[in-house]
């Protein structure tokens, strides 16, 4: 009779759910913090020691390993262990690469490796340390998939593979990005924990200055930034490609880029750098080529020899891939099963004291073989001390291992060993050789039991160990020496616009209904150009590519985008809220060129406002940036340059009502709600202008202006409510 068990849905769903979670978590996607490796890559390694495919056998072919560890330990697909396998090879991916790869195993292009039933593989030196001493009870085994076998939870690890090497992944709620550092200075720091646990993060700093990247680059992240991620186990590096000028002779020179940032795959750059070139937005470069063999060397050349160097390179440092930015997260599984995001310290210490377990199990499991082998050879000499006797007992009694046991008082192990000893170890000589390393065992004994007793013993041996490890990957070897620069935050950080864009003059247009365009050269009659049905032409704007459009909107926010990101002028454009995060319900006030050296006045319909300078307004997301503070029914209703010479300033309501007052009056600030302006009783803002005593009040009739020399009328403080505008002011109540 079958059984059923009613459950919620979503009780199920959840619980099913953080099954599956936990189990991507700590059996896929983050790095155990002892042996920095993943599943996959520890079966890998272990499946490979297990055929024997040592740094000095000779390799097998990869789909044979792929088999073994897909057959035994890791039941996926063939495609994701083989990938696996093929980034344990790959020098410019892996700082210390553990799988010596014969054949195609890919390249910095991006190009794939050829199909495992064409490479061959076996162990490097770097993974024999990570498995030494996993035969003598190092680590703990658990049983595989099937039942049938056994695998390590973790390797011995003798070489601290997780910063050496770095890891990266991705699990469900959380992910892993640590990069890759250099094992000498892992060394120096390690052998410097163990005489200081509490050792502050800028004396780590000192000895670990930065990561240490496989394909180079220059590190150009601040000193303080790194210490702080260090600290924090968050943060990121900023890396930059290393290049070089090359002269040409008659003051022509080209530049070579010899080493690319971590994982920018250089034919995808040099596609990038291709492009903008089609586009125009590099106009210092004239040309780009590949001119790379086993080494990197992509040269630039410039438009002419009067372009600066390090200019052309911030440029393209600024659009490009040739600098980017690699983020730390030191998310990792503690002890091999609660994630956690540990700072560079605690790493490290984690890895002293995973070594520090291996030693005391490798040094128990050490004194079990002594002790076995020293009772053996103690029953050896009592048979040499009893030869005949021990021979009439083999001869002659039927029982002989009892009788053995009982004569000279030997254990099961002492009988078995003399029963199995073969008859040419019955010399004289033997004796000599068995009693020379009964000594010596019992010596190495000694001194073994002497080691557990000692902590302080202990940890020198592990220092050793370290120190051993550093010095045959120190700085003087080929894959020890450090790749990666050090170099200084740079210090060019504005770049003039110039350098990224070619200056051309365009006009911005803006629709009624928000669409926005550039159209080559400088128009002035936006209302010939084609717009959707319905909709008409709102702003037009001379500018250039290299400038930056400022836009005012009704919530009191500024936005900038740049005049070159704008799309071409040979459509209908794009809508201006697709390019900035302007609200559904708010409204574009104003729009115009970028003028650091501007005031402007912004008003809200409810009468308030304010003088602020254009270049505290830039906004550097999409997001804009808040200046004036509105809220209820009031929005931002004006944005208004302040004209070169002008004294005053000029309001006008919608209730006809005109006010002129000094500009003085109005203060400046970098953001706020601003001052009343001009005060209703029935009615709101309609419209602001400045303008000039001796010019007097001026507006817009028709084609032509209106100049109202008599206005002391209308004259009077901020805040007041004005009195009714003169005779022939629009209807519209606007100036212009």
């Not at 394909?215 to 790194?226: C, F, I, P, Q, R």
């Not at 005391?360 to 006797?389: C, F, M, P, Q, S």
């Not at 928000?514 to 500018?543: C, P, Q, S, T």
Request: with cysteine; charged share 30%.
């Amino acid at each position: 009779m079958e059984t059923v068990i009613e459950r919620a849905f979503g009780d199920l769903l959840s619980e099913k759910y953080l099954a599956y979670a936990l189990s991507t978590i700590t059996s896929r996607s983050l790095p155990d913090v002892r042996d920095g490796m993943k599943p996959v890559h520890r079966r890998l390694l272990y499946a490979m020691s297990q055929l024997n495919l040592g740094p000095n056998t000779s390799p097998k072919k990869s789909a044979r390993v792929v088999g073994d560890v897909i057959g035994k330990y890791h039941p996926h697909g063939d495609t994701a262990v083989y990938d696996a396998m093929v980034r344990l090879a790959q020098d410019f991916a892996q700082r210390y690469p553990m799988v010596d790869g014969q054949g195609n195993f890919g390249n910095i292009d991006g190009d794939n490796a050829a199909a495992m039933r064409y490479t061959e593989a076996r162990l490097t030196r770097v993974a024999e340390l990570m498995l030494e001493g996993i035969d003598e009870d190092a680590v703990d085994f658990r049983e595989t998939y099937d039942g049938e076998g056994k695998e390590p939870i973790v390797l011995p690890a003798a070489f601290p593979n997780l910063l050496a090497n770095g890891a990266s992944g991705i699990a469900v709620g959380m992910a892993t990005n640590i990069p890759p550092f250099n094992v000498a200075e892992l060394c120096n720091a390690l052998v410097a924990l163990i005489k200081n646990r509490n050792l502050s993060f800028e004396a780590l700093h000192e000895m670990i200055p930065g990561p240490d990247f496989p394909t180079g680059g220059t590190l150009v992240e601040d000193a303080h930034n790194v210490v702080q991620a260090y600290a924090t186990g968050r943060g990121g590096f900023r890396l930059r490609a290393k290049w070089e000028v090359e002269p040409l002779g008659n003051g022509q020179y080209q530049i070579v880029v010899t080493e690319i940032p971590y994982q920018v795959q250089k034919a995808k750059l040099i596609e990038r750098i291709a492009d903008l070139m089609q586009e125009r937005k590099l106009p210092l470069l004239d040309d780009v080529r590949d001119e790379s063999t086993e080494d990197v060397r992509v040269v630039l050349v410039p438009r002419s020899r009067n372009v600066e160097a390090e200019l052309l390179m911030e440029s393209l440092f600024r659009n490009t891939d040739l600098e980017n930015r690699f983020s730390l997260n030191m998310n990792v599984l503690e002890d091999g099963r609660v994630p956690r995001v540990m700072n560079i310290r605690e790493v490290l210490l984690s890895f002293l004291d995973h070594r520090h377990e291996v030693l005391i199990r490798r040094t128990n499991h050490r004194l079990e073989k002594i002790a076995h082998r020293l009772e053996v050879l103690g029953g050896y000499l009592v048979a040499y001390l009893n030869l005949d006797e021990v021979i009439r007992i083999i001869r002659e009694e039927d029982d002989a291992k009892a009788s053995l046991i009982k004569a000279f008082d030997l254990t099961e192990v002492q009988a078995d060993a003399i029963l199995n000893m073969r008859l040419r170890a019955l010399r004289k000589l033997e004796e000599m050789e068995i009693r020379k390393e009964y000594d010596a065992l019992s010596a190495e004994q000694t001194d073994l039991r002497d080691l557990l007793e000692k902590p302080a013993r202990r940890w020198k041996v592990i220092g050793t160990q370290i120190k051993q490890v550093g010095k045959e990957f120190g700085q003087d070897t080929a894959l020890g020496a450090r790749r990666t620069v050090i170099g200084e935050a740079p210090t060019l950080d504005d770049v003039p616009v110039e350098a990224m864009v070619e200056r051309e003059p365009v006009t911005v247009v803006c629709s009624a209904k928000g669409w926005i365009r550039a159209v080559k050269g400088h128009i002035n009659n936006a209302a010939d150009l084609r717009f959707k049905e319905g909709d008409r032409a709102r702003f037009a704007l001379h500018a250039e590519t290299t400038d930056r459009l400022v836009i005012f909107g009704t919530n009191g926010r500024f936005y900038t985008i740049g005049v070159d990101k704008l799309p071409p002028g040979r459509g209908y454009g794009e809508p201006v809220r697709l390019m900035v995060d302007l609200p559904n319900d708010a409204d574009i006030v104003s729009m115009a060129p970028h003028d650091p050296e501007r005031q402007l006045i912004l008003a809200a319909s409810d009468g308030r406002g304010f003088r602020v300078a254009e270049k505290d307004v830039i906004a550097q997301t999409k997001n804009g940036k808040q200046v004036m503070n509105v809220s209820g029914a009031t929005e931002a209703a004006v944005c208004l340059p302040i004209a070169e010479g002008a004294d005053h300033v000029v309001v006008v309501g919608t209730n006809r009502k005109l006010l002129i007052f000094p500009l003085d009056e109005l203060p400046e600030l970098a953001r706020g709600r601003g001052v009343i302006l001009q005060r209703y009783k029935d009615g709101r803002l309609a419209d602001i202008t400045t303008m000039k005593a001796e010019d007097g009040l001026q507006w817009k009739r028709g084609d032509g202006v209106r100049t109202e020399t008599e206005y002391m009328a209308w004259m009077g403080k901020r805040g007041q409510a004005g009195r009714m505008v003169p005779t022939g002011f629009p209807r519209s109540n606007k100036f212009s």
